[in-house]
């Protein structure tokens, strides 16, 4: 079954750097927008950054300026640059299609201490 799948996490200090990946696990064709989303240690998953077919980003107030999301062409994986991390970006990053996802991953962690 096609399924999402992510990469890239780890740890890092406060103010540093991380870039994540994702890609289904099988090459779908799709006019929806990919979206990354942080689930917070015993909070709801949340999206933080999406991409649509237009090139049109858009980014959670926590983490504009500071992520970017990214494709090189439809066929590369859907990158998140994450960078001056802070703490509060701990969590587990997932990514999907966004409004219409497919079956989750399961996502990648990242841990950020100050």
């Known amino acids: 079954q096609v399924h999402m799948v992510e990469s890239g996490g780890g740890s890092a200090q406060a103010g540093g750097s991380l870039r994540l990946s994702c890609a289904p696990s099988e090459i779908i064709s799709t006019r929806n927008a990919y979206a990354w989303y942080h689930q917070a240690p015993g909070a709801e998953r949340e999206m933080v950054a999406a991409l649509y077919p237009s090139g049109v980003t858009r980014y959670a107030d926590s983490v504009k300026d500071r992520f970017i999301i990214s494709r090189v062409n439809v066929q590369s994986s859907v990158d998140l640059l994450m960078t001056t991390l802070k703490p509060e970006d701990t969590g587990r990053y997932f990514c999907?299609?966004?409004?219409?996802?497919?079956?989750w991953g399961q996502g990648t962690l990242v841990t950020v201490s100050s």
């Open positions: 999907n299609l966004h409004g219409s996802p497919i079956p």
